[in-house]
């Protein structure tokens, strides 16, 4: 079965309104989550790193007043889209991994689409 | 220079063909490397890891070439649920959570035709 979710998995909203993802790990505890958004036909590019109870770390080019990401325990993560406009309609996927397992071994949502009118 | 870099295709050949990827990274320092599939609007999923002296799992083989930063991965007798984006992936050396960021190739797209 799943081991992290991710909600929802796709959502249309108008320009200027903020949109909430939640990853969810759902049997083990993680303490850091990967953002990642991809645009089609590209890459996932890595937004940011989150770490339960810490600030997050962004990439080079990735606002963090406009990606909000809180980790306040260790089985939630959220990314919050503060007024999406358009350019931001993207499929947007967390990921996590089990502390001491294979660095191969990571666990991805099933991604969020995003469609910003 | 993009650091993991592929062929973006589209691939598309008959059933049963055998279609190769080819992927070049950047940084020396990586550490491991890996071929993922991912379906249209679909989360990537882990094909293989990729070894240096090759490994084969069925009808894929992965293959890697430290001295050129090179990796491969070959389909042989292609299905049609083939079809899919094939992922280039590179772990870097290190520890902490740094040492899990995954960095993706754009991605070869595979259309398997009957």
């Known amino acids: 079965g799943a081991v992290v979710s991710q909600h929802p998995s796709w959502v249309i909203c108008k320009s200027g ?9 759902l049997d083990f505890q993680a303490t850091t989550m990967f953002w990642y958004r991809q645009f089609p036909k590209q890459s996932l590019m890595l937004m940011a790193t989150s770490n339960e ?21 260790l089985t939630l993560s959220t990314l919050t889209v503060t007024s999406a406009h358009p350019e931001d309609s993207s499929f ?6 089990r502390q001491g397992a294979p660095r191969e071994t990571q666990y991805f949502g099933p991604g969020t689409r995003l469609l910003v009118l | 220079r993009k650091e993991v870099e592929q062929d973006p295709g589209p691939f598309n050949v008959p059933e049963g063909a055998t279609v190769a990827f080819n992927c070049t990274y950047s940084n020396s320092a990586s550490q491991s490397f890996f071929w993922y599939r991912q379906d249209c609007r679909k989360e990537p999923k882990l094909l293989m890891s990729v070894y240096s002296s ?3 799992d069925g009808r894929f083989t992965a293959q890697l070439n430290r001295a050129s930063q090179y990796i491969s991965l070959l389909i042989r007798d ?16 290190g520890a902490g959570a740094g040492s899990y960021q995954l ?4 991605g070869t797209k595979l259309s398997v035709i009957p």
Do not use: W
């Not at chain 1, 309104?17 to 790990?25: A, G, L, N, P, Q």
């Not at chain 1, 109870?53 to 325990?73: C, M, P, R, W």
């Not at chain 1, 947007?92 to 991994?97: A, G, K, L, P, V």
């Open chain 1, 17 to 25: 309104t903020s949109v909430k993802i939640e990853c969810r790990s």
């Open chain 2, 103 to 106: 960095t993706f190739g754009k």
């Open chain 2, 54 to 56: 090759g490994n084969e």
């Open chain 1, 92 to 97: 947007y996927i967390c990921s996590t991994y």
């Open chain 1, 53 to 73: 109870g810490s600030k997050a770390t962004y990439e080079q080019g990735v606002e963090k007043d406009k990606f909000l990401i809180n980790h306040a325990s």
């Open chain 2, 78 to 93: 292609s299905k049609l649920s083939d079809s899919a984006t094939y992922l280039c992936v590179v772990l870097p050396k």
